[in-house]
């Protein structure tokens, strides 16, 4: 069984590029249907002269929640119009005068009244409202210090200074510190573009590695090796688990490095636990190694499995939530198939990771499920083998 070991493990030098290409197709996908930045755009144009409109432009900046970008007045109707944007916001060149008057005037560029539009409202009117009230905070207190110290005429070096001091304090130590708890995880949704690819795009290929890195018990069979192999000391059985061990380490290593990468590249927080994850790892390779095993069984040659592969993954794929988080699916029927898709178990558990923290007790069910599929697809499938090998 060693010397079969060292064979397999010695051609993966052959197949260099094309692992290669495997883990990178994963990462490219990610990136460009993940998105890369995460946050949706909010166009600006600022037309007022004065330092309030150009304060105001950095405040907006600094939401979390928004990519704030400052452009002229036509980009900004532009990108409306096309719909890049749900709201364009536009500071009026009596900005400053407004807001010296005690009123703050904005404007709202937007096609339609839609929910999103309603909550980029609502973040922009809170961020205006917060910045008047620390504007004013600031100018109160110059006032004061004025009149305790005698100044004879305003510094508004000093308020810009008050202000800024005012912010910094508020982000690092808010006067309200506000802790909220989801009382039902299980109905919380949480949704990340990122996540989502990086871990639907990692299992998705991982499925074509695994069953065509099996799948050479098929080329072996159409090629002769098989036959010789069966006349050598070695026995069939030997044969099988060398290439499972093959298959389970390509796959396992293939896996690991894509979490690598996607921890370097898009900053993904896999938890601080490796157990539960790595748990889930072996068991999701187990799984689709066993589904390898039974489409093996099932065709005889390489180009047969070439083309029965792909419509099992995708299909698989879209049925586990590998593309779109079957949170949004409402079809019960689905929700039942899917609880027999490996690929489902591998994406809740790992999202269960990276979105809820999931401990070892609850990562422990979805492995379970994993190597249950498993093993009742293996022993079909092996069985399949051993008949068709009869007759």
């Not at 036509?74 to 005690?102: C, H, Y």
């Not at 490095?257 to 921890?263: A, P, T, V, Y």
């Not at 293996?378 to 068709?388: A, K, Y």
Request: no cysteine; net charge neutral; hydrophobic share 50%.
């Amino acid at each position: 069984m060693r010397s079969i070991l060292w064979i397999r493990f010695k051609r993966l030098r052959q197949k260099w590029g094309l692992y290669s290409a495997m883990l990178i197709m994963p990462l490219l996908f990610t990136f460009f249907f993940g998105g890369m930045s995460g946050l949706p755009l909010l166009v600006v144009t600022n037309l007022d002269e004065g330092e309030q409109g150009s304060e105001f432009v950095a405040s907006l900046q600094e939401l979390k929640q928004y990519e704030a970008k400052v452009t002229p007045l036509e980009e900004l109707n532009r990108r409306v119009q096309q719909g890049e944007t749900a709201v364009g916001v536009l500071i009026p060149a009596d900005f400053s005068q407004s807001l010296a008057a005690g009123k703050g005037k904005l404007h709202l560029v937007k096609m339609n009244d839609t929910s999103s539009t309603a909550a980029v409202e609502g973040v922009i009117r809170s961020s205006l409202q917060d910045w008047m009230w620390q504007k004013q905070m600031a100018t109160t207190v110059v006032t004061v210090l004025q009149s305790e110290l005698n100044l004879p005429t305003p510094h508004a070096s000093l308020e810009v200074e008050i202000h800024s001091l005012l912010q910094d304090r508020l982000q690092n130590s808010p006067p309200i510190a506000v802790e909220s708890k989801i009382l039902d995880e299980k109905q919380a949704f949480r949704y990340d573009p990122v996540i989502q690819g990086i871990t639907g795009f990692t299992l998705f290929f991982s499925m074509f590695v695994i069953i065509f890195t099996i799948g050479e018990l098929v080329e072996d069979k159409q090629f002769g090796i098989w036959k010789r192999l069966q006349i050598s000391p070695v026995g069939r059985w030997q044969v099988y688990l060398a290439q499972l061990i093959h298959t389970f380490y390509v796959g396992s290593v293939y896996i690991v490095l894509l979490i690598l990468l996607g921890n370097w590249l898009f900053q993904i927080d896999w938890g601080n636990q490796p157990l539960p994850l790595f748990s889930l790892v072996i068991a999701f390779v187990f799984s689709i190694s066993a589904l390898g095993v039974f489409l093996s069984s099932m065709v005889h040659n390489m180009q047969q499995l070439s083309s029965i592969t792909p419509i099992v993954a995708v299909s698989f794929a879209m049925l586990g939530g590998a593309y779109w988080p079957l949170e949004i699916v409402t079809s019960k029927a689905l929700l039942t198939i899917a609880k027999l898709d490996p690929v489902y178990h591998a994406m809740s558990g790992m999202k269960g990771i990276i979105l809820y923290d999931w401990t070892w007790s609850q990562v422990l069910p979805k492995v379970g499920s994993l190597l249950g599929i498993g093993v009742i697809l293996m022993v079909v499938g092996f069985f399949m083998m051993e008949r068709r090998r009869v007759n």
